[in-house]
């Protein structure tokens, strides 16, 4: 499948150099262009086809004649040691939970795919390149165990200051490791700053084969389409009408990773999302996407650090545009909405659901009438492990949550024995010498 720009048609690449080279030179953001047919082989899937095995297929489709369907399939094979659960709540409702990877949290389906078709990329080319990144906490100890044994792959992971956390000493690159974490003598706006002057050194970034692990690289994107068609292996045999699937919008990259799905053939109905300032709806209660007022053309360069895949979405309406007002559901939440939604969950299930899906599930309750029809089913998508969220549970429902030991430790504060910096040069430097 051809991958183009958001911003330039004209723009032909292969997904190698999409996931190397993360940004297209226009600014823009890297799409894939075209379909594939895999009704068949969809159809043929059921609830014994594993996660790795739907993993090798897509990437195959996606990749076409890039990479042999037997690379495609290593690649997921070294990938996911783990998968997703889906959960029938009832006969109408399931629960489908991206939090069984090591650190409790969907971007590990994204970051370990990211990592080992990256592996593979730079192995064959006898390349190396550099991850740089923007975190606040969880993400340098999902880095490090994705990276853990790789060796064409380092990651710069740049902090707030005093907020690196969930590292271990064998984890840092000067004791033989991955990870250089970077405190930056500033707040989260400082931090993408940095690193946005640093993408904007185009030479720089050729010359260190500089990439992220954001969804701005679409290799991280890619794999978050797996999970509708898992999805619908396990729900083929049980609905036998509408599916649609109820997730917070947060950066739309499940939502653009889910129309996605629609694209390679995947039956599904439509996509429920708690309304944003940016995808909300019309005095008609139609979705509307706010930013399509200002053409591409004259937005600033797309931040690697910080997506939103809200341009990607336009994207994708721009080729079905009629599509968006039978296929995307915004529904306005309030506050008092999310939490009579964690109670219905819990009296209703016995279920503690992260702040994120009790959104969700708030999304889906204004939306009931999509499956009064006999047959029809709403997936919650359930990105995090209910202990990201414990604060919130306590506050909502009065019940503590047992934080496992593995999530503790993530967010253990480490001292790294470095200096802060506060330039993008200080960075450079750093990059340069990690190169």
Known sequence: MKLTSTRDKTVDTSFAEAISHCMPQDGGLYVPDGTADLRKWILYTNEKTTFKSIAGALTSAFIGEE?????????????????????????????????????????????????????????????????????????????????KGKKHIKSVLVYPKGKVCGLSEEDFIWNGGNIYPVEVDGDADKCHALIKEVFSDKELVSKLNLTVSTTANIGRLIPQTFFF????????????????????????????????????????????????DQLSIDSLGNPVITDKRVSVKKRSTADASDPANLERLEDFFSHYAPMMKSFVYPAVVSDADIENAEKDLFAKYKKHSDFYTAKAYAASLANQDLIDEEGGAIVLVDRFHPAYSADFIKETLGETVIVPDFIKAIKTPVVTGKDAISSANELKKILMSVN
Request: proline share 5%; net charge negative.
């Open 67 to 147: 990479y042999s369907p037997i690379i495609c399939e290593t690649i997921a094979t070294k990938a996911f040691p783990f998968e997703p659960v889906l959960k029938q709540l009832d006969d109408k409702l399931f629960s489908l939970e991206l939090f069984h990877g090591p650190t409790g949290c969907y971007r590990d389906f994204g970051v370990f795919y990211l990592a080992a078709m990256l592996e593979t990329t730079l192995t064959l080319e006898n390349k190396n390149a550099i991850l740089l990144d923007f975190t606040t906490g969880e993400h340098g100890a999902l880095a490090a165990k994705a990276l």
């Open 229 to 276: 068609t898992y999805a619908f292996t396990r729900l083929k045999n049980k609905v036998s009408s509408d599916i649609y699937y109820a997730l917070d919008s947060e950066n739309y990259g499940n939502l653009i990773a889910g129309l996605y799905s629609w694209r390679l053939s995947l039956p599904v109905s439509g996509f429920i999302v708690p309304a944003t």
